[in-house]
């Protein structure tokens, strides 16, 4: 009777172990993480809607910290004086939240690439292509794409400054965190003719909730901003759109009468 009963215990004991080491396996698994890929626009914002597109020349941001098609915040950046000084001239002067004078904007003037800030205050949708390795954002307007790392990679030491920058992400949760150094200061920050300087600093977080994805931007630029601000956006997946080709400076150089280069 003592023998079988030492068996048995010897037998729960072992798998018990087994039980342990299997899940202590698995608990040493990373979850996959979120599938972020699809055709995204942006979501309808909180805002008092507007008849039409111009109509954000009335309307007033309840949060002042939501972006819409023109700027990240209806409230003043914490600018530095020379930063503010170039908005004031940038600006429409009717109103600071509306698009800025088209005669400065190098996008319209140059066909310039806009920037990774600028294409998220995009009405053209944008597709999310996911892999282990990168994270790819293919933007409609004029097929600007971003790259973000996500194989653990390092912000190289002499990367310089290009018009994307130099992204790498990591995932926190169901969250892609994503960090942006290597900006120029040829871009804008918004429509309204906000403006940074080459040490702008992006850290973005990207969370999808079923249809949906959540932005929140943290903009860290020393010479060109007097603190660290967020502002937050939201987009809305379209499960049967194709993104298209949309040369929108093009269209918006010829229908001006300027040549193409």
């Known amino acids: ?60 941001a309840p949060e002042i910290d939501e972006a819409d098609f023109f700027t990240f915040r209806h409230s003043p950046y914490p600018m530095q ?35 990774p800030t600028i294409k998220w205050l995009d009405m053209n949708p944008f597709e999310i292509i996911q892999s282990p390795k990168r994270v790819l954002i293919i933007f409609e307007s004029n097929h600007e794409v971003r790259q973000i790392w996500t194989d653990g990679r390092q912000h190289p030491k002499d990367f310089g400054h290009n018009w994307m920058g130099h992204s790498i992400g990591h995932w926190e949760g169901d969250t892609l965190v994503v960090d942006t150094i290597g900006l120029n200061d040829l871009t804008r920050l918004d429509k309204a003719g906000h403006v940074h300087s080459d040490q702008l600093h992006l850290v973005e977080r990207l969370q999808r909730v079923n249809d949906r994805l959540s932005l929140t931007i943290t903009f860290d630029d020393p010479k060109a901003f007097t603190t660290a601000w967020s502002a937050r956006k939201n987009f809305v997946l379209r499960p049967t759109w194709e993104i298209d080709e949309a040369p929108t400076c093009g269209d918006e150089l010829v229908g001006r009468g300027i040549p193409l280069r």
């Open 1 to 60: 009777m003592g023998d079988r009963l030492n068996s048995s215990i010897w037998v729960v004991l072992a798998l018990l172990l087994a039980f342990s080491v299997t899940f202590a396996q698995t608990a040493k698994q990373p979850l996959a993480p979120p599938d972020l890929s699809g055709v995204w626009t942006a979501a309808p914002s909180s805002r008092p809607a507007p008849r039409d597109l111009h109509g954000f020349r009335e309307t007033v």
């Open 81 to 115: 004086p020379w930063a503010e000084e170039k908005f004031n001239y940038n600006k429409d002067p009717e109103n600071p939240y509306y698009q800025g004078r088209s005669e400065l904007d190098p996008f319209l003037t140059e066909c310039a690439p806009e920037g």
